[in-house]
């Protein structure tokens, strides 16, 4: 190899390494995260009591002291894991999308009788009532409405999918116990 070469390929490398790095090392800003509102503006830890209202169907839980415990229905049993799984899942709910300002036909939004109402009640006493509507085309988020507010916004399905299981805990009744040593499941 000739020094005319050699010098010439190391121009060349110079070249493109300053290429790299006024150019393609610049640092990219990073795209705006898109942070979500919060449904509920309340603090989980305050919660006393929730009551859970279906069409014909009722609980209302009570913090007793670190769990939950059914008031109503008289001798119902929930764990009362799964009441914080619901009461946390609707306290941490963000807003997916916002449907509508006013809701002139609650009846596609599943906001009429056959709805969920959710009274949430602080330390304060005061009660934060939602509404749960039926779910999106999609099946992955649930239609809700807070208390008096117009507007119908997206929260996640998570909340029904607790309030299922709270509504089937319900009518399970009682589990059934097994013989003291016997396997789980025969």
Do not use: C
Not at 129 to 135: A, I
Request: net charge neutral; glycine share 12%.
């Amino acid at each position: 190899m000739r020094w005319r070469q050699v010098i010439l390929l190391y121009v060349v490398a110079a070249g493109l390494g300053g290429w790299y790095w006024f150019v393609e090392r610049q640092v990219k800003p990073a795209p705006p995260s898109e942070s979500r509102a919060r449904f509920l503006q309340i603090d989980g830890e305050r919660l006393r009591e929730i009551r859970l209202r279906r069409p014909g169907q009722a609980m209302v839980g009570r913090r007793d002291g670190v769990g939950w415990v059914v008031v109503e229905p008289v001798g119902g049993v929930v764990p009362s894991d799964l009441i914080a799984a619901f009461a946390n899942a609707l306290v941490a709910a963000e807003e997916i999308a916002r449907v509508a300002d006013r809701a002139d036909d609650a009846n596609q939004y599943g906001l009429d009788e056959r709805a969920s109402r959710v009274e949430m009640v602080s330390e304060s006493g005061d009660p934060i009532v939602v509404v749960l509507g039926g779910t999106n085309p999609t099946g992955t988020a649930v239609y809700a409405r807070r208390g008096g507010a117009p507007e119908v916004v997206l929260v996640g399905r998570n909340i029904r999918y607790y309030e299922d299981l709270i509504f089937q805990a319900l009518s399970a009744g009682k589990a059934p116990t097994t013989e003291h040593g016997a396997p789980v499941g025969g």
